[in-house]
T-cell receptor, first 114, second 113 residues
Framework: NAGVTQTPKFQVLKTGQSMTLQCAQD?????MYWYRQDPGMGLRLIYY???????DKGEVPNGYNVSRLNKREFSLRLESAAPSQTSVYFC?????????????FGPGTRLTVL | QQQVKQSPQSLIVQKGGISIINCAYE??????FPWYQQFPGKGPALLIA?????SEKKEGRFTISFNKSAKQFSLHIMDSQPGDSATYFC????????????FGTGTRLKVLA
């Protein structure tokens, strides 16, 4: 199993450009999440999807949109990139069982907006 | 009420020493407290987690201590090794609904050889 995969690994955009970050999982997760990680800020939730066909805003949704295309795929779109969106973006899937639960993270996409 | 406060921001420990990272939360509805470990260039990975019905959980050299009345929990790394050098995040969540995790701001640990 590949787990949670993200593409691309690195991306440089100019202000105003758009792009879509892709996330796919083969762990049969119902719930999926998008985070951004900035120095000193920890991991902040952008959007999440509790199940296929549903999405909801997290802590920092402004400037982003998401699509839960199917159970496996959850994409994050920046319609008009801004320098403040320079960050490392992580996708995660969620599993629970036997009194425990865990979010499984992908390897991240490092995005720079000039 | 949704914040999880983590300290210190960075920590340097000698090999063989004890590393201690602290977290505090406000929302008493939280009932699951995981710690994640992140190496440079990688995504975070679950290290150990605890529920508030126990005061301590140990897995190898890693121990979580939990103080429900103080709404605090901490990660202790015994016999710290250079391979433990990483960023550590505490988190808090509810075990129902959307299972959203609220993460602390992270602690960068460096263990000197």
């Amino acid at each position: 199993n590949a787990g949670v995969t993200q593409t691309p690994k690195f991306q440089v955009l100019k202000t105003g450009q758009s792009m879509t970050l892709q996330c796919a999982q083969d762990m049969n997760h119902n719930s999926m999440y998008w985070y951004r990680q900035d120095p000193g800020m920890g991991l902040r939730l952008i959007y999440y999807s509790a199940s296929e066909g549903t999405t909801d805003k997290g802590e920092v949704p402004n400037g982003y949109n998401v699509s839960r295309l199917n159970k496996r795929e959850f994409s994050l779109r920046l319609e008009s990139a801004a320098p403040s969106q320079t960050s490392v973006y992580f996708c995660a899937g969620f599993s629970s069982g036997r009194g425990t639960h865990e979010q499984f993270f992908g390897p991240g996409t490092r995005l720079t907006v000039l | 009420q949704q914040q999880v406060k983590q300290s210190p921001q960075s920590l340097i420990v000698q090999k063989g020493g004890i590393s201690i990272i602290n977290c505090a939360y406000e929302n008493t509805a939280f009932d699951y407290f995981p710690w994640y470990q992140q190496f440079p260039g990688k995504g975070p990975a679950l290290l150990i987690a605890i529920r508030p019905d126990v005061s301590e959980k140990k897995e190898g050299r890693f121990t979580i201590s939990f103080n429900k009345s103080a709404k605090q929990f901490s990660l202790h790394i015994m016999d710290s090794q250079p391979g433990d050098s990483a960023t550590y995040f505490c988190a808090a969540s509810r075990s129902s609904g959307t299972y959203k995790y609220i993460f602390g701001t992270g602690t960068r640990l460096k263990v000197l050889a």
